[in-house]
């Protein structure tokens, strides 16, 4: 047990060191636990290539987790046996059984849907979802955004280092920009009286901390969406000002889509798959569609020209209907 400990206290340095999210760290962490259980707490350094087979196929069969799961899985071990064992797995051809995938057309919401749950959802979780749909945005994104991050000289929205670790801009929705603007003036108020309660700094990503350890009190690097309270952080065990939790954002937006009587299966991602629709309705061209998102690559945007062919499928009668 102690082996185990060590190990995984060296999985979650070295997670820190690389600079990933805590969100990955948990779920590195969690998959390389269950490895090691499920080989009954052998030593991994003791394991390969027939070991983790039979760990990703029992996924699989036994458990039958999705692709993603398995995938995510799959990766937590990789990343223990290169960056924290030394063992390069690359040449290996790990034949595990696949979780069988399936391709799903996003689910979107028509324009009169979106403002539907919009007018049922209350405080600043309406800025956040009227955000989150006029940009595009993912919820780890909107939820990441800083003051600094919105440009209201040049209506512009700033996205750094986002899932495709490509930074991008979006334009800013005239609609919301009074709204932002009041709720940059409500953050920097709860900040001053932070400061002035002996808190006032918030989490800096990479070493930014250490290259200007000033930062992290200055008003404009304050997220733009703080939680109500201040809160430990998981990782330094300090106590400082977060942004809104995930899980209470999709919680709100929830409640909304019932009071708006949306029977469709409604979650933060379905507003970014709206954007991308409605852009694509409106004659904005896939490649530019393509750049807001901040996909790598085009084949990542064409799902939403299935969306609209499926659409566009209602126009063709039901023999019923003859």
Same mark, same amino acid.
């Given at each position: 047990?102690?082996?185990?400990?060590?190990?995984?206290?060296?999985?979650?340095?070295?997670?820190?060191?690389?600079?990933?999210?805590?969100?990955?760290?948990?779920?590195?962490?969690?998959?390389?636990?269950?490895?090691?259980?499920?080989?009954?707490?052998?030593?991994?350094?003791?394991?390969?290539?027939?070991?983790?087979?039979?760990?990703?196929?029992?996924?699989?069969?036994?458990?039958?987790?999705?692709?993603?799961?398995?995938?995510?899985?799959?990766?937590?071990?990789?990343?223990?046996?290169?960056?924290?064992?030394?063992?390069?797995?690359?040449?290996?051809?790990?034949?595990?059984?696949?979780?069988?995938?399936?391709?799903?057309?996003?689910?979107?919401?028509?324009?009169?849907?979106?403002?539907? *749950?919009?007018?049922? !959802?209350?405080?600043?979780?309406?800025?956040?979802?009227? $955000?989150?749909? &006029?940009?595009? @945005? =993912?919820?780890?994104?909107?939820?990441?955004?800083?003051?600094?991050?919105?440009?209201?000289?040049?209506?512009?929205?700033?996205?750094?280092?986002?899932?495709?670790?490509?930074?991008?801009?979006?334009?800013?929705?005239?609609?919301?920009?009074?709204?932002?603007?009041?709720?940059?003036?409500?953050?920097?108020?709860?900040?001053?009286?932070?400061?002035?309660?002996?808190?006032?700094?918030?989490?800096?990503?990479?070493?930014?901390?250490?290259?200007?350890?000033?930062?992290?009190?200055?008003?404009?690097?304050?997220?733009?969406?703080?939680?109500?309270?201040?809160?430990?952080?998981?990782?330094?065990?300090?106590?400082?000002?977060?942004?809104?939790?995930?899980?209470?954002?999709?919680?709100?937006?929830?409640?909304?889509?019932?009071?708006?009587?949306?029977?469709?299966? *409604?979650?933060?991602? !379905?507003?970014?798959?709206?954007?991308?629709?409605?852009? $694509?309705?409106? &004659?904005?061209? @896939? =490649?530019?569609?393509?750049?807001?998102?901040?996909?790598?690559?085009?084949?990542?945007?064409?799902?939403?020209?299935?969306?609209?062919?499926?659409?566009?499928?209602?126009?063709?009668?039901?023999?019923?209907?003859?």
């Amino acid at each position: 047990m102690e082996i185990k400990k060590k190990l995984l206290d060296i999985v979650r340095d070295k997670i820190r060191f690389k600079h990933y999210s805590i969100s990955t760290e948990r779920t590195y962490v969690h998959w390389i636990k269950h490895y090691i259980f499920f080989h009954n707490k052998k030593h991994p350094i003791e394991m390969g290539k027939l070991e983790i087979e039979q760990f990703l196929t029992s996924l699989a069969v036994e458990k039958k987790v999705s692709p993603t799961t398995q995938n995510q899985a799959f990766s937590a071990i990789l990343f223990l046996y290169k960056e924290v064992l030394g063992v390069d797995l690359s040449h290996e051809n790990i034949q595990a059984l696949r979780a069988q995938e399936r391709k799903h057309i996003p689910v979107v919401l028509t324009k009169e849907e979106v403002l539907k *749950v919009v007018e049922n !959802i209350g405080g600043i979780y309406n800025l956040v979802v009227s $955000l989150m749909y &006029g940009c595009g @945005l =993912r919820m780890s994104e909107v939820l990441s955004l800083r003051i600094k991050d919105i440009d209201i000289g040049f209506d512009k929205v700033y996205i750094w280092d986002s899932k495709s670790l490509k930074d991008r801009t979006v334009p800013l929705p005239l609609k919301l920009k009074q709204r932002l603007l009041s709720q940059i003036e409500t953050v920097c108020e709860i900040h001053k009286k932070d400061l002035a309660d002996g808190y006032g700094t918030v989490f800096m990503p990479y070493a930014l901390e250490k290259k200007y350890p000033q930062s992290k009190s200055e008003t404009k690097w304050q997220f733009l969406f703080p939680m109500t309270n201040v809160s430990k952080d998981p990782r330094s065990e300090t106590l400082r000002r977060h942004h809104i939790h995930p899980k209470t954002l999709g919680r709100n937006i929830k409640v909304a889509s019932q009071k708006a009587n949306i029977f469709k299966r *409604v979650t933060s991602h !379905i507003f970014r798959h709206s954007y991308a629709t409605h852009l $694509l309705q409106a &004659g904005i061209d @896939l =490649r530019s569609i393509q750049e807001l998102l901040g996909h790598k690559s085009v084949e990542t945007t064409m799902v939403y020209t299935h969306v609209v062919s499926e659409m566009n499928k209602g126009k063709v009668i039901s023999p019923l209907d003859f």
